[in-house]
């Protein structure tokens, strides 16, 4: 059961306000005693009395300890404390030219229109209920919290509104169901065309959790402000250094969130040089590689020369088959080390090994979950071809875990346990009786009918009850 504490300096800042049993004051929340095991608890502190050993300020450390989760927490406050930290990320945030006013934002959402990119911009860097950001000649010099009783009609108004979307547990009535003993926030993208679970899948991921007790919302990127209201987040959309994925995963794990894809691996294995180096030290297979940087024209044919041709050329951060070329000759080397510099300092240049198929290894926390055989694409050197209008993949066979080479399983738990203790599917090729790895992804897919084909259900239970655990 997740409860809410509405913290206030004094009750009557709630003023005409909907009337809430989750009320208290300062005083009273310092002086609470001890909830009992397995209530989860979420605090909102709006005593406005944040300054560094105020009351305010009692409030929210003394949350942490309780292992409550907090708004704002204590990094929040001493981050909003010093200028000096905050004030270098501000520039990069986008606010409307020759301003110079001060505005509030309420859990992202602001009274002016013209500020709503800004206040979900300064709400997702700085998550406190309320904000209030002082703009000159366009520029943020100032970011304060505040508390409920600094608030104007019109702004409560607001406040309310934004709180009410939220949290949803103050303001309506609940219905007589079932109740969770957890939140679970899995993030999607419904415009992926490639999106590591299908539908039918993530039904199948909602339907076990709540065999489970946890309730699970599918939310998108634009639903970042929500993420306090969950106890965790399951990944279900591509991972990237540079998009929504990674920010959102941070951010959860910044609020205490249980986090799978983890932003460690989202860091490793989004990263293939990062890969090869962790490989090579830890002694595990993967096919003969050479790290060019770019400017080395002298290292770029070099390492051609000692790989011989056919040979595969890679961008650092590519996935599902894309930044991937084969090349057949010095001159196409020099084409795509070309294109490839032009996105990425450094690129890798593998020697060529066909198979007909790779190995697919889903690992969970350092344990084998699933083995498939992904087959190659018809009439093509990988799982993917993406050279037609419509991207095409080969067929696919999953099998039990006992039926697959030994060397492959060892080898891709051993390679995914570098890497962390997350979910990962660790793609291997077979080469004269030697497992090599080729890829750890973080993000694996995990399709209705595919990797579930062997498990079936057991799949999905799996793997909720490992985030299950992550967030007791």
């Known amino acids: 059961m997740t409860r809410l504490y509405i913290l206030l300096k004094d009750k009557k800042q709630w003023g005409g306000l909907y009337p809430s049993d989750d009320l208290l004051t300062a005083r009273q929340y310092l002086k609470l005693s001890p909830i009992k095991d397995g209530d989860k608890v979420q605090v909102l502190n709006l005593t406005g009395s944040y300054r560094y050993l105020g009351e305010g300020y009692y409030c929210s450390l003394l949350a942490e300890a309780r292992g409550h989760r907090v708004l704002p927490s204590v990094a929040t406050l001493n981050d909003l404390a010093s200028r000096g930290l905050y004030g270098p990320e501000l520039k990069t945030m986008k606010a409307p030219k020759e301003a110079d006013l001060t505005f509030r934002i309420f859990f992202g959402r602001t009274l002016d229109p013209q500020f709503a990119e800004l206040g979900l911009q300064l709400f997702d860097r700085f998550p406190a209920p309320i904000l209030e950001a002082s703009l000159k000649d366009g520029l943020i010099t100032k970011l304060k919290p505040k508390g409920l009783s600094d608030l104007s009609d019109a702004e409560e108004t607001v406040f309310a509104e934004a709180l009410d979307a939220f949290s949803h547990k103050i ?14 926030a899995m993030l999607v993208d419904p415009e992926e065309k490639l999106p590591p679970s299908d539908t039918g899948a993530l039904k199948r991921f909602i339907r076990a959790g709540r065999t489970l007790g946890v309730q699970v919302d599918l939310i998108t990127h634009k639903q970042a402000a929500r993420l306090a209201e969950y106890d965790g987040l399951f990944i279900r959309e591509t991972t990237s250094i540079h998009g929504p994925s990674f920010q959102m995963a941070r951010r959860a794990e910044n609020l205490g969130l249980a986090v799978i894809d983890t932003p460690e691996a989202i860091l490793r294995c989004t990263n293939k ?10 002694k595990v297979a993967i096919p003969k590689t050479r790290v060019v940087q770019r400017g080395d024209d002298d290292a770029l044919e070099a390492a051609a020369a000692d790989l011989g041709y056919p040979l595969v050329m890679k961008i650092p951060d590519g996935s599902f088959s894309r930044g991937v070329v084969k090349a057949q000759s010095i001159e196409e080397v020099r084409k795509h080390a070309g294109a490839f510099f032009k996105q990425s300092a450094m690129i890798l240049l593998q020697e060529y090994c066909y198979t007909e198929f790779d190995w697919r290894v889903g690992v969970l926390n350092k344990e084998p979950l699933f083995v498939s055989k992904y087959f190659m694409s018809r009439g093509h050197w990988q799982i993917y071809n993406h050279s037609g209008k419509k991207t095409q993949s080969g067929g696919f066979e999953t099998l039990p875990i006992a039926a697959a080479p030994k060397n492959v399983v060892d080898t891709a738990v051993k390679a995914a346990n570098l890497m962390g203790d997350s979910l990962f599917g660790v793609d291997l090729k077979v080469v ?3 497992a090599v790895v080729i890829e750890v992804n973080d993000n694996p897919n995990v399709d209705s009918g595919v990797e579930d084909k062997i498990l079936g259900d057991q799949l999905y239970l799996t793997i909720m009850q490992e985030l299950v655990k992550r967030m007791s």
């Open 273 to 282: 040089i990062y890969l090869a180096e962790r490989m090579e030290q830890a």
């Open 171 to 184: 303001w309506r009535v609940k219905k007589p169901k079932r109740k969770y003993r957890f939140d679970l």
């Open 432 to 434: 004269n009786g030697k």
